[in-house]
Structure formats: structure tokens, C-alpha cells
């Protein structure tokens, strides 16, 4: 059997009788098998060269944050001339982990950035922990699951690193970069946009990937703005350093086989793991907060941090007590919207200025990545500029479900994680037994590991499901 192209549904093979289909309309992974044996053969796999565009275009991105810079980055690669507009004077990231799943991974492998982070680490595991022991209560096994279902890894990296690695693949490929350039100012018709020292620039679409803050959003929904609101919790960000663990026999262990380690009870979850090529361990302690951030006094996080988790597993709480510096944050959720374009088909935002949402799926950026790898799919696939309204209609049709439903997936956790000791916790940990002993599950709690919850998040193909919507849209073959 040769293969010869996936470009819809379906697998195609040569058979005895000539080409065939292999198609399913129902829900199946029954063939991926068939997929996975034609990918070596195939180009479009991590090493894939995207296609050119058929109409190369000029594009202003706004914001150097992980949204921008993946957009730059698959739009460069695909020849477009592609400018990045961002208001701070070198790269910012707050925070210092995240975790880069496999539906981020299998695009930034092939836009050729992975061999530019310096140091992904890449966990065994993930363990949810119970609250008060420790003991291992969901269990996620990452290698070689991820590689082998979704034919991409499971990384988690320091914040900075990740970042410097989309800026140098996006200057390895031409994108000009314009740093110290705040915009004040939107025309979403014409598209321009304004500096803040006043010089205007044009462009053929201009791309608002400025974060949870955007002006870009109020500029393309103008009184449909919806802000994102607080969603009743909160975040301590911190980083330990790995010495003082490793010298503790109680907390050398987290070291010692890279993995992820989530502890939840109620109301509250810490989750941990090892960045940075294993010199820095990263703490994110999550809460429910239901006051106001202005009154949070950050001089007295570190304490309040120690408290919040003070009756929590004794190794957790020595972790946390080697915390030497942390931020609270509140952690906030875009509100569903109706458009990410202007009604011009000339302006879309996209990345957290779309749809920031809780962390509680590790999805905020790589949602953000996956937008980048449908846009920049379309705009190399329209024939002529009269088309781009169309292309960023068909974006938003394709990216608002997915967004939405990746924020509800996030919501969801921050019921599941956080039950007080009752009927509802100990059905959970029940639930999630098969998995954490090694047995069969066709279902689980932990999102992590339910096979269709995985398959939905981890399996999807940003560029592949943008070729699908183009080709149902225009009636065009795809090469
Ligand atoms: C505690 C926590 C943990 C998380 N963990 C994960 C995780 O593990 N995995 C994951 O995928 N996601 C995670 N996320 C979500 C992720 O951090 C965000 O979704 C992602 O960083 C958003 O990227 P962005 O580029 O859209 O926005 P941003 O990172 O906010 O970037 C926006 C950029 O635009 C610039 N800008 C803003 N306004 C202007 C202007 N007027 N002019 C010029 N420039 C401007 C800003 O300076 C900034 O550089 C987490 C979030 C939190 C809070």
C-alpha cells in the first residue's frame, strides 16, 4: 500500500483494486494506526516545509508574547512579510513554568523551533497527589504515551526560554521586530494601527495579540467588547531552587525522575515540576479568592502561601517553605465572544486576547499556538486579498469552539480538583484508581488521562482541521 494523501477525513491507500478511502463519520481512532504507518512517508511531519502562500501578505502582529511570536513564526515560514509590533523594550515573561502539550508541540516542531529551546524538559508522568499524604491518587503516564498517540511530546519549559526560542526561529526567518512600540490607536477598516508617537502603520491585516489587557479586542468588537473577569481564584507563582531540594531527603525525590506533581483538596491545588535542564523547580499554588486583587498585599505572600498549605502533605509544605520570593495572581477568563474579527475581514486578535482562560488545562498558550497554526494556514491558502475576509471568517468559525470549550475544560477542573473530603472526593479517587494501579480505564476524572477528553485536547491538528474548513469553504482541492 503507498500512501497518498490525508488531506480529508480518512486514511488513502493503494489497495489491490486501485486508490481507496478508509473513512469513518463516527468518533474513532481505529484508524490512526493506518496514519501513523503512512507518516513516514509523509513530508508533512515534523520536518514538513509549510506550503508557500499563494498570496503573500503584509502583516502586522501586535505583542511579543507566546501568541504573537508562534504567529510571526508560522506566517514568516509560509513567506509572508510579517512585522511585530510590542510595547516593552526587550521580551517580558511573567511566571517562570509551563507546560507545552502535545496539540502545541507537533506545530512548533514543524515550524522548526524545537531545536531553538535550550532546555525542554520532558516528565515521565503526571501525578495528581492526594492533599494531606501525598499518595498518588491519578496518574498520567506522558513517555511514550504522548509521542506514540499524538506523534508529538509533552514538554514543560522555563517561560523565557520558550519565548527566546519563538524570537529566534521568527528573526532566523525575517520577521522585523519593532520593540518600544506601544499602540495606542486602531482604524480596524483600513487596518492601520498608531503608535503611541504618533506615526500610523498599514498593513493588510493586522493580528492583536496583546494579552489579557487588549486594545485590539475593543478595537475590533467596539461596544460588543466583552473584558475578561476574575473567575474566584488566585495564584501564587514561585520558583525553589533545585540545590536546597536536593539537599532535603524529603523533597529530593521531585528531582530525581523528572515528572509533574499536582496536589488537590479542597478549594486549593499546588501544582510542581522540574525546568530549566533541572536547576529550577517550578510552583504554581492555586486558591480560591474571592477578594479584590487591589487589597492583596504581596509583601506578605510568602507567608500567606506557607499558611494557605500549612496542614498540606508535610513534603509540599517543606517545598513551599523554601519559596524565597512568589507574586499572587489573579487568575482571570475571558467571557465567550461573538467575533475575534472586524467587520472589516481586515483585524482579529487572538492568543489570551481571545480567550484567556484558567490554567487549570495548561492550555492558555497552547490554544494561543494552535490559533496561530489555523490563521497562518488560511491566510497562505487565500488566492487574493478580497478573499481575507473570508479567511478570517472561516478562522473565528473554526477557533471560538475550540477556544470555548478549552475554557469550560479548564473550569471544569476547578471543580473536580478542588471537593472537600466527602462523597464527591472519594468517588473521584475511586474513578481514578484503574489508572494510578496500572489497570484498563475507559474513563477517568483526571482530564489528563480520560482516553476522549486526551484524544480531543492532545489530538487535534490546528493546521490540518484550518485545510479541512478551507477546502469545505472554497470547494478547493488542496495540493
Ligand atoms: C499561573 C498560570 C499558569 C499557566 N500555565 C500554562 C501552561 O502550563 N500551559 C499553557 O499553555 N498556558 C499556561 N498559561 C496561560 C498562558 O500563560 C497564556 O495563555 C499565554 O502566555 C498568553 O500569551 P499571549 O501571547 O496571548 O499573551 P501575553 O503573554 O500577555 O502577551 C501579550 C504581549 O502583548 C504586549 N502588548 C500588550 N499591549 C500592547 C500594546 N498596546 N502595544 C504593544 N504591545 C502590547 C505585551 O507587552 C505582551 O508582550 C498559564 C497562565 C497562568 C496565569
Redesign the pocket.
Known sequence: MTYTSEESEGVVFEGALGPKKLTASYPTRSLEFLKKLYQSTLPRDVDEIAQLAECPLNIII???????LATAVALAQRGHDVTV????PVL??V?A?????PN?TKLLRRWGVEPHVKDFVEPKAINFRRWENGAVIGHTQLIPDCRTAFGAPYYVVHRAHYQQALYDRALELGVNFRMN???NTYDAARPSLTLEDGKEHVADVIIG???????ARKAVLGIKDKPPVLTGFA?Y?ATVNTSKMLADPDTRWLLENPGQNCWIGERQHAMTYVIAGGSTFNV?LSHSEESDPSSWEQETAIEDANRRFADWDPCLTKVIGMIETTLK?P?MSGQALDRWTSASGRMVI????AH??L?YM???????VEDAGCLATLLSLIRSTAELPAALEVFEKIRIPRANQMQEASAVNSKLWHFADGPEQKARDEAMRPEVEGRHFLQSPNQWSDPVTQAWCYGYDAEEEARKAWTQWSGRKIQ
Not at 501586535?62 to 504573537?68: F, P
Not at 513554568?97 to 502539550?101: A, C
Not at 495579540?209 to 486594545?215: H, T
Not at 487572538?350 to 486576547?353: K, P, R, S, T
Request: charged share 10%.
Open positions: 501586535v505583542g511579543a508574547g507566546i501568541g504573537g509590533f510590542e510595547q516593552a517580558v515573561e511566571g513554568g509551563i507546560q507545552v502539550p502545541s512600540s506601544r499602540i495579540a496583546d494579552g489579557i489587557n487588549s486594545n495564584a507563582r504554581v495572581w487568575l487572538l492568543g489570551d486576547a484567556a482562560m490554567p495548561s492550555q492558555g498558550a497552547a490554544i494561543a
